[in-house]
């Protein structure tokens, strides 16, 4: 695989003595062209908010955010996608 590294590794103590060792395979992946400021396409803004009224688990907090893009229009219907990709809290 393309895009595998792997490598060996050991521990020693400042005396030399090896306390430690291990094999291990790191994947890369590049971020994908999308991922990047491109010329040309307007930035939206992100508005974080903290949903603290779970009726289902009370006393939970849940963070979230909204983004809008530059070239919103209010008076035309807007998409929405929901994702529950674990964000932190805002």
Request: charged share 20%; hydrophobic share 30%.
């Amino acid at each position: 695989m393309g895009n595998v590294v792997e490598f060996t590794y050991q521990l020693q103590t400042t005396h030399g003595k090896v306390i430690g060792s291990n094999t291990v395979k790191i994947e890369y992946y590049p971020s994908p062209p999308e991922s990047t400021l491109q010329e040309g396409v307007p930035e939206g803004d992100l508005h974080p908010h903290i949903w603290t009224e779970s009726k289902i688990f009370p006393g939970t907090e849940r963070g979230f955010l909204f983004y809008i893009p530059k070239q919103y229009d209010s008076s035309e219907t807007a998409s929405l996608i929901v994702f529950q990709d674990g964000a932190p809290l805002c």
